[in-house]
């Protein structure tokens, strides 16, 4: 089973400049999440998708930060325009149901370094 | 709001030696608790979780029980080996959080030969 998929993995670009991320979560999986991880810290969640409807973006910068699962499969982060505190590495991760409760799968993730 | 606070690092051991990384947690309701493992330049792996009070997660050596009244969830191994070298990270899921990960800080580990 092939596993989530993330691009690019490294990006490096201008502070005020845009940028965007993709995502492609493990077949059949309905919860996709986007994590940000600052170096030295756990990830936190910047937004929760079911399928292709927002469950939890209470913690996403919305004047910088959007989000969309347009198709309720692959999903896109953009950051516009990028702030120099926004260097960190950005994860998906999706989920599954397995022995009754849920565990969450990530991929690589893009680590995202704003000069 | 849930919380996760781990045992201040990094952690240095030598090969063979035994582990424990702490890990105590804040939640409300009832939370699942998990371990999860990050290798230089990858991402996140779950190594283990637990799901209810008293219950005992474990995957590749490792072990952690969900200790409820002590709200613990600590992570040992009985002897380390150097591909154990990685960051760990606890986490929980809160009984009210719809499945969104709650992260401690993390802890370095390095093993040596």
């Known amino acids: 089973e092939a596993g989530v998929a993330q691009s690019p993995r490294y990006k490096i670009i201008e502070k005020r400049q845009s940028v965007a991320f993709w995502c492609n979560p493990i077949s059949g999986h309905a919860t996709l999440y986007w994590y940000q991880q600052i170096l030295g ?29 347009l198709k309720g499969v692959d999903s896109t982060l953009k950051i516009q ?24 799968y990530f991929g690589p993730g893009t680590r995202l370094l704003v000069l | 709001g849930d919380s996760v606070t781990q045992m201040e690092g990094p952690v240095t051991l030598s ?18 608790l998990f371990w999860y493992v990050q290798y230089p330049g990858e991402g996140l792996q779950l190594l283990l979780k637990a799901t209810k009070a008293d219950d005992k997660g474990s995957n590749k050596g490792f072990e952690a029980t969900y200790r409820k009244e002590t709200t613990s969830f600590h992570l ?15 986490a929980l899921v809160g009984g009210t959080s719809y499945g969104k990960l709650t992260f401690g800080q993390g802890t370095i580990l390095t093993v040596h030969p």
């Open chain 1, 41 to 69: 810290q756990g990830p936190k969640l910047l937004i929760q998708f079911q399928n292709n409807g927002v469950v939890d973006d209470s913690q996403l910068p919305k004047d910088r930060f959007s989000a969309e699962r």
């Open chain 2, 15 to 32: 090969e063979e030696a035994f582990l424990t990384i702490n890990c105590t947690y804040t939640a409300t309701g009832y939370p699942s």
């Open chain 2, 76 to 90: 040992e191994k009985g002897s380390v080996q150097v591909s154990d070298s990685a960051v760990y990270f606890c």
């Open chain 1, 81 to 104: 325009p990028a702030k120099l505190e926004d260097s960190a590495v950005y994860l998906c991760a999706s989920s599954s149901l397995e022995g009754g409760s849920e565990t969450q």
